[in-house]
Structures are given as C-alpha cells and as structure tokens.
C-alpha cells in the first residue's frame, strides 16, 4: 500500500499500521526486557502518545461539547448531563483500558480531571461574572440583562448551588477552578457506593487531586493500562470475578493457595506465598495496598506484571489454558 509523496492520508495510514504493530509485538512478548520492562518496538514519542491523546481531548473535545455551556448548562436536566458525560467517561474507559463498570467518579481521579459538568459550571459562572461587572451599555451587558428579565438564564444560582457553591463564593474568578473543583469532588465523593468507598480507602488519595504518577510516567501504555486495571478493579481476581458469578465473599478464596484467603489485590500482591520470591526481587514488602501503589512507577509496572504472568502460568498449570474473562 502506498500514497503520494506529501498526500494528507499519509499519517493516517502510519498511524494505523503502527498501532497494530506495536500492540502485537507488546502482547506476543517480542523485543528485549531492560531493567524488568519490556521494550517490544523502540518508537519516537510513543510513551507520550496517551500525553498527547488527552491534550487532544482537552483542547478539541471538550470545547465542542461545552459549546454553548454557559447559558444552556443551568437548563440541563442530570439525565442530560449524564449523557454529555458519558463522552468523556468513554474517552477515560479506553485510555486507562478499564472495564464500562468503573464509576465515572474513579476514572476522574485517576487522572485529576474535573467532570464536564463542572466544566462547563465553572465557564458559566465566569461568563456572568464578568458580563455584570460590565458598562451597561455593552451590548453583551443588555443581552445578559434582557434574558435575565425572560426568565431564562436565571437557573445558575441554583445549578451552582446544587454542587455546593453559593452566589457569594462565585468571586474572586482567579482561585474560582479550586473551588469548583473542592466542591465538586466533595459532592461526587460524599455518598460513595461501595466500590467507590473501597477504592477511597485502599488505593486513591483524592488529596491531591492530579494525575497519578503512573500515568505521567516513563511507562509502557501497555503497562499503564495493566497498573490501572488493578488499581480500578478491572480484573480477574476472585475478588472482583465473584461479584459477576454471585459467589459469596467469604468463598472467593486464592486460586492458588488454599490458605482460607480471599483473593483481593492486597492478597495477592503483598501476601501470597506463590509470588513471595517476586516480591523479594522487587523489594516489595508492604502492610497496606496505598503504600504499595506510592512506589516508583517503573517498580510498580514491572513487579504487576511479573505477578500478572506468574498467576496466568500457575493458573495454566493448575487447571489447563483459560479463555480470558468477559470485559
Ligand atoms: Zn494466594
């Protein structure tokens, strides 16, 4: 397959053969293993590429579907609002490599992002900040006066309100983002579902609220993907498999080691005997799963999926090749 010299298909059809020939050498183990990562294709920028995806998305999404937020957003119903969201949630689901089950709230603080919704809060508050400060006869000022006067626009002390940010606090604009932004996780997090309240206690600190450094990291996207997983339960642990299949808690034992534990990510990683000579390798020796998932990006990549591998061979000898789990 070809195109013409400086045709502007050319990165397109780069990209596409690229992808599949990154993604496979990563999955069939092709390439060499330094310092316990595995290096399938060395390409220019690829460890930055989900860097640029997510800019992409900042700077060309988002602006489109907050067209328009400032005066439509107090309108909105919440029936609404979750269908706008479920833009940007997709977008998080394939750049972390999650499964749909993971709440909205989660995938939000994995990379420090506000919801749309509070996006487009924070742009209309702006917005009327700054029309009524103005001269009256600025056109903008008469227009703003006049649909306040229609009835419409006159929902946004109420929308505000509804997240926590009285009239009052709309001002001063410059630390505004901050305060939408406590607000706004506040009331995402104040009546967490269990899953949400499980992650809040082992695994997230919502303070402070940035990317984690996983994700901002030297890391593989391949292992990136691999750390989220475990980190959003997006896995096969019987922790997480038992919840699809009804099995009770206290029957979710180790696959591996019949222990009487339950097979949860703290199990597995700081506790099974089958994988203690991995976490000797590693240095990994740890009582609590947040502390685990605070060391360094590359250790943390590299010892998931040593012990990623591990269980999939141990489990293959056990029981025979498995088929992967429904996602
Ligand atoms: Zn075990």
């Known amino acids: ?5 400086g045709c502007p298909a050319s990165p397109t059809v780069f990209g596409m053969i690229i992808h599949d020939l990154f993604w496979s050498s990563e999955q069939l183990n092709l390439g060499v293993t330094i310092g316990g990562v595995q290096i399938p294709l060395l390409l220019f ?3 930055k590429c989900s860097k640029i995806r997510q800019r992409l998305s900042k700077a060309l999404v988002q602006p489109v579907v907050l067209y328009g937020a400032p005066s439509l957003g107090p309108a909105l119903s919440r029936t609404n609002w979750r269908k706008i969201e ?11 490599g999650v499964r749909t089950q993971v709440p909205y709230a989660i995938l939000l603080a994995e990379v420090g992002m506000l919801s749309l919704e509070a996006e487009a809060l924070l742009l209309a508050i702006q917005y009327t900040v700054r029309v009524r400060g103005q001269e009256d006869n600025r056109y903008s000022k008469q227009a703003w006066i006049s649909s306040k006067s229609s009835g419409c626009g006159t ?13 009052k606090d709309w001002e001063p604009l410059i630390s505004l983002r901050t305060r939408v932004a406590d607000s706004v996780i506040q009331k995402l997090w104040e009546d967490p579902t269990p899953r949400q309240a499980y992650y809040c206690r082992d695994i997230f600190r919502l303070t402070p609220y940035t990317e984690h450094a996983y994700l901002t990291s030297d890391l593989s996207p391949h292992l990136q993907r691999l750390v989220a997983c475990y980190r959003t339960s997006s896995h096969s642990l019987r922790v997480e498999e038992g919840r699809w299949t009804g099995i009770p808690w206290e029957q979710r034992m180790c696959k591996l080691f019949t222990l009487g534990q339950i097979e949860t990510e703290h199990h597995v990683f700081l506790k099974c005997p089958q994988y203690s000579l991995l976490r000797e390798q590693h240095e990994i020796s740890f009582h609590d799963l947040r ?20 269980q999939q061979l141990a489990l293959e000898q056990l029981v025979g090749p498995t088929d992967d789990p429904p996602t």
């Open 86 to 96: 479920s833009i940007q949630k997709k977008f998080l689901q394939h750049e972390l």
């Open 291 to 310: 502390d685990f998932f605070l060391v360094s990006p590359i250790r943390l990549g590299s010892y998931i999926l040593a012990v990623d591998k591990a």
């Open 155 to 167: 929902d946004l002390a109420c929308w505000s309100a509804f997240w926590g940010i009285e009239e």
């Open 1 to 5: 397959m070809g195109v013409i010299q």
């Open 45 to 47: 920028a690829d460890d």
